[in-house]
């Protein structure tokens, strides 16, 4: 029989858990990029696939992609963190990924293992009948109607004039991969791009303000939100509601609380895509005006189905858990009591 005092002991854990701030279970990413590599790693791959036999695939759920054209990223010294307003820590490791301004346009790409066995959400069917080949390999696609994708990464950018950004821009991209005829297709008539939707610090104009924000094709305009990029870090937390059609909802929280899953009103931005929204890669993307020990970082990217498994946070041992190891040790002692 279930004793009152278990039931007690277990309704007082839980309780503590829950007013501690703990998050009672961390879902799991289906991808995740944390830059953790080894100083000594060839600084040109990051996303990309093995180059001249180094391996740096790391993370998980991704494939190599081979990127023909030269990389201009390398590894930060060290890596991005980010603490809320309530003080919780969001779970980082390593170092952290870089833009350089050695070549004009460029970026790293990987597509993400939509065909891992057990991947947990319905994936559109793969287009381009030369699946398997690096080079060209078009992943099944994440855009189902009536599905959702969380993803949340770091991005910091050195400080800026907007004489400087004039012509400028990096952040993460999501391309869908569809070929015909060799030719990647878009959204828009004549559109020969593969990217559907920019995040991260907008191609920059002498009249448009330095704020973060997102692009797409065909956008007459970035859409911004009221944080500046300029000397700042940001983390983006961005929830992709799939529709039917082109009713593809993208919100976008800059810097929000780790422990609750935000709602729609605090969005610092609320879009509705034109087109039907579908990816199935990323890249870190842009043509960075930083050099030297001044760079444009980039951290801890991670896909997944819900809130929280782009959100892990750091334990707090020092009160919650010592509280609440003390908490069920005193039970524990009430009962051995109760039985001399």
């Known amino acids: 029989m279930f004793k009152f005092h278990q039931l007690v002991t277990t309704s007082l854990v839980v309780s503590w858990l829950t007013l501690g701030g703990i998050k009672p279970s961390q879902g799991a990413n289906f991808a995740y990029e944390s830059f953790n590599y080894s100083p000594t790693s060839a600084e040109d791959s990051l996303l990309n696939?093995?180059?001249?036999?180094?391996?740096l695939n790391g993370g998980i759920g991704w494939l190599p992609y081979k990127n023909e054209a030269p990389s201009a990223t390398h590894f930060g010294t060290s890596g991005l963190s980010y603490t809320d307003n309530l003080g919780n820590r969001l779970l980082t490791s390593g170092r952290s990924g870089a833009l350089t301004n050695n070549v004009g346009e460029h970026g790293s790409f990987r597509f993400i293992n939509t065909s891992a066995v057990g991947f947990p959400i319905p994936t559109l069917p793969a287009r381009d009948p030369n699946l398997g080949d690096p080079g060209s390999q078009t992943?099944?696609?994440l855009g189902v109607d009536n599905t959702t994708v969380w993803l949340s990464f770091l991005m910091r950018v050195p400080v800026t004039s907007r004489e400087d950004w004039d012509g400028k821009y990096a952040g993460i991209s999501l391309f869908?991969?569809?070929?015909?005829n060799g030719q990647g297709t878009g959204p828009f008539p004549l559109?020969?791009?593969n990217e559907r939707l920019f995040m991260g610090a907008p191609y920059g104009q002498s009249d448009r303000p330095l704020n973060f924000g997102i692009d797409h094709p065909g956008a007459p305009n970035p859409i911004f939100t009221?944080?500046?990029?300029?000397?700042?870090q940001g983390f983006f937390l961005a929830r992709f509601d799939f529709g039917e059609g082109a009713s593809d909802r993208v919100r976008i929280w800059l810097n929000p609380d780790l422990n609750t899953n935000p709602s729609s009103s605090s969005a610092d931005i609320d879009y509705v895509m034109p087109f039907d929204f579908q990816f199935n890669r990323i890249g870190i993307f842009g043509n960075s005006p930083f050099g030297g020990s001044n760079l444009i970082e980039f951290d801890e990217i991670r896909l997944g189905s819900s809130f929280d498994?782009?959100?892990p946070v750091i334990p707090e041992p020092s009160f919650n858990l010592v509280g609440l190891f003390s908490l069920v040790s005193f039970m524990g002692l009430k009962r051995c009591s109760k039985r001399t």
Do not use: A
Request: no cysteine; hydrophobic share 20%; net charge negative.
């Open 139 to 141: 992943q099944p696609g």
């Open 176 to 180: 869908y991969d569809d070929f015909i």
């Open 191 to 193: 559109s020969k791009t």
């Open 49 to 55: 696939g093995p180059i001249n036999g180094v391996g």
């Open 226 to 232: 009221n944080q500046t990029f300029s000397g700042n």
């Open 309 to 311: 498994d782009v959100t």
